[in-house]
T-cell receptor, first 114, second 112 residues
Framework: DAGVIQSPRHEVTEMGQEVTLRCKPI?????LFWYRQTMMRGLELLIY????????DSGMPEDRFSAKMPNASFSNLKIQPSEPRDSAVYFC????????????FGPGTRLTVL | AQSVTQPDIHITVSEGASLELRCNYS??????LFWYVQSPGQGLQLLLK??????LVQGIKGFEAEFKRSQSSFNLRKPSVHWSDAAEYFC??????????FGAGTRLTVKP
């Protein structure tokens, strides 16, 4: 079975540009999570969805960040406008609540904002 | 508030030596506990997890971890480290798998 798929794997952009990160969860999983990993702050939960509905977005750093899950197979995380301090690795993870509490992570998107 | 502490930022062991990575948690109830491994440029891979039952859990790649309620610890062990084990290891605690908190990670270097 395919795992969590994220695209792009690497993104380099200039300050002020809009950035869109994409995630395809494991088929059948009803929870989807977005994390950010930085050297300074480690792994932080940004937002998570259950059955495509955002449940907790308290980790989203500011209004420049938004996330949507239009269907069970896709989610995106947008940053507009991007800033150099947004440079990080962004991970998507998914979970099947009917089969336990383990989150399965994608390979991540390394974002560099110049 | 729940939290998890990994006291060791970086550990170096020789290949073939035993390994123990420490993890302490703070939580009001018995949490769900996880160990993940992250190889350079990769996502996080689940090594093992503890929800209930036997306090010694076995994972993939020859790893095991022991839950000690009295010490609020969930240390990861491996009897003989291989060079391919060099990676970053994260302990995580959670309630019902959603609100997960990760430790800062321990970077493992394996000497030949």
């Amino acid at each position: 079975d395919a795992g969590v798929i994220q695209s792009p794997r690497h993104e380099v952009t200039e300050m002020g540009q809009e950035v869109t990160l994409r995630c395809k969860p494991i088929s059948g999983h009803d929870y989807l999570f977005w994390y950010r990993q930085t050297m300074m702050r480690g792994l932080e939960l940004l937002i998570y969805f259950n059955n495509n509905v955002p449940i907790d977005d308290s980790g989203m750093p500011e209004d420049r960040f938004s996330a949507k899950m239009p269907n069970a197979s896709f989610s995106n995380l947008k940053i507009q406008p991007s800033e150099p301090r947004d440079s990080a690795v962004y991970f998507c993870a998914s979970r099947d609540s009917g089969r336990g509490d383990t989150q399965y992570f994608g390979p991540g998107t390394r974002l560099t904002v110049l | 508030a729940q939290s998890v502490t990994q006291p060791d930022i970086h550990i170096t062991v020789s290949e073939g030596a035993s390994l123990e990575l420490r993890c302490n948690y703070s939580y009001g109830a018995t949490p769900y506990l996880f160990w993940y491994v992250q190889s350079p440029g990769q996502g996080l891979q689940l090594l093992l997890k503890y929800f209930s039952g036997d306090t010694l859990v076995q994972g993939i790649k020859g790893f095991e971890a022991e839950f000690k309620r009295s010490q609020s610890s969930f240390n990861l062990r491996k009897p003989s480290v291989h060079w391919s084990d060099a990676a970053e290891y994260f302990c995580a605690v959670g309630l019902r798998g959603n609100d997960m908190r990760f430790g800062a990670g321990t970077r493992l270097t394996v000497k030949p």
